[in-house]
């Protein structure tokens, strides 16, 4: 399965996909969908998680061996997700997700933050008449500009999640999760497992503020995550044997500026 390609040029799998979306859990999610979708595990009708294989292969990701290896005895549904979300390798993705700038430690917005904008550019007009108040200026102009504050999601991460869509199976767990629904199907049909199965996990949380405004509740369990959301709702003729599902609409993530 080809990954989604950002603005900048960079392929971000489904599994980061997933992270930006909604954190460590929805990448969790992802994980597991791609293993499910390559046939290495199976779920019974109970959810209780199993391996085909009692070995590692076709893991293409740390995670992914990490769901694997924990999976030589079976395993609840909802414990697989909630194990990977709070592992080592898990910390890592984030890690890597850092290095790679598409996430940052975000900032709260401070409610006066428009104060120190105002001071600065009175000071920097005023600079016209006396050249010194040019440094007071730019100070309070810098300090607007950190108490703005700052969202998890850098430039890099929003555009990664600009045109993503739930083109399929595993890309719409990563946006939607196992819990979520593409047009007038649930998720959990595309992979056939049963609404008593997925509903061990977390319910979904509700949008607040504009479209992608979310942030990831599991998010602590990775420190300073970066969570946008989507909302990818899209007619979708898939069944649930296949791997390839329509998406309709893109989804874009949350996220402040740089």
């Known amino acids: 399965m080809a990954a989604p390609t950002a603005a900048t040029g960079t392929r971000v799998p489904p599994e980061q996909i997933g992270y930006l979306t909604e954190g460590p859990g929805r990448a969790a999610e992802t994980a597991l969908a791609r293993l499910l979708d390559a ?30 290896i924990g999976l030589r005895k079976p395993v609840r549904f909802d414990a697989v997700v909630r194990n990977a979300m709070k592992s080592a390798e898990m910390r890592s993705l984030h890690q890597q997700m850092r290095a790679q700038r598409l ?7 401070l409610a006066a933050w428009w ?47 600009k045109d993503v869509t739930a083109s399929d199976r595993v890309l719409t767990v990563a946006l939607e999760g196992f819990r979520g ?34 942030a990831a509740s599991s998010a602590a369990a990775c420190g300073s995550s970066g969570c946008g959301s989507s909302s990818c709702g899209s007619s979708s003729s898939c069944s649930s044997g296949s791997s390839s599902c329509g998406g309709g609409s893109s989804c874009g993530g949350g996220g402040g500026g740089d």
């Open 39 to 68: 046939g290495l595990v199976r779920v019974s009708r109970d959810g209780i998680v199993s391996a085909v294989h009692q070995n590692e292969l076709g893991a293409t990701t740390a995670v992914e061996t990490l769901i694997l």
């Open 181 to 214: 629904r593409i047009g007038n199907r649930t998720v959990a049909e595309l992979f056939g497992l049963p609404q008593s199965v997925v509903k061990m996990l977390p319910r979904k949380r509700k949008k607040t503020g504009r479209r992608g405004g979310r």
């Open 103 to 109: 996430t940052r430690n975000p900032r709260p917005r």
């Open 115 to 161: 104060v120190f904008l105002v001071i600065g550019v009175v000071l920097g007009l005023a600079a016209f008449l006396e050249p010194w108040t040019l440094f007071g200026a730019l100070g309070f102009l810098g300090f607007a500009y950190w108490t703005y504050g700052a969202k998890p999601l850098t430039r890099a991460g929003r555009a990664a999640l």
